[in-house]
C-alpha cells in the first residue's frame, strides 16, 4: 500500500511560480512511477506529468505545461515535486498525485494504482 499526500496548492497571480509536494509512505517509493494530474471544474482529469522510478531519468509532460512545470522526486525523502512557474489562468484545477508501477500507464490515465485526495491551484488573471 501507498500513500500519497499533496500539499502546495494556493492562490497565485498569473506569471507567479507554486511548488507543490507529494509524500508518500512506504518502503518502496522509488520503485514507482510518480505522477501529476489536475481537473478543473466541469472537466475532466487530465494527466499533467510523470517522472519514471529509480532515479527518475525519465519524463513526460502535457504539450501545454512543457516549458514550464517541472516534475522532480527526491527517493530519500519519499517525495515528488510539480514546480509550476509562468502559471496562467488556465491551470486552475485541483492538483492529484499518482503513483504506479508502469510509467506508460501514468501517461495513459490506465488502472493507477494510488491517487493522492489533491490540492486546489487557483491562479487568477
Known amino acids: 500500500q501507498v500513500q500519497l499526500v499533496e500539499s502546495g496548492g494556493g492562490l497565485v497571480q498569473a506569471g507567479g511560480s507554486l511548488r507543490l509536494s507529494c509524500a508518500a509512505s512506504g518502503r518502496t517509493f522509488s520503485r514507482y512511477a510518480m505522477g501529476w494530474f489536475r481537473q478543473a471544474p466541469g472537466k475532466e482529469r487530465q494527466f499533467v506529468a510523470v517522472?519514471?522510478?529509480?532515479?527518475?531519468?525519465?519524463?513526460t509532460y502535457l504539450d501545454s505545461v512543457k516549458g514550464r512545470f517541472t516534475i522532480s522526486r527526491d527517493n530519500a525523502k519519499n517525495t515528488v515535486y510539480l514546480q509550476m512557474n509562468s502559471l496562467k489562468p488556465e491551470d486552475t484545477a485541483v492538483y492529484y498525485c499518482?503513483?504506479?508501477?508502469?510509467?506508460?500507464?501514468?501517461?495513459?490515465?490506465?488502472?493507477?494504482?494510488?491517487w493522492g485526495k489533491g490540492t486546489l491551484v487557483t491562479v487568477s488573471s
Open positions: 499518482a503513483a504506479d508501477l508502469a510509467y506508460h500507464d501514468i501517461i495513459d490515465s490506465k488502472g493507477v494504482n494510488y
Open positions: 517522472i519514471s522510478g529509480s532515479g527518475g531519468s525519465s519524463t
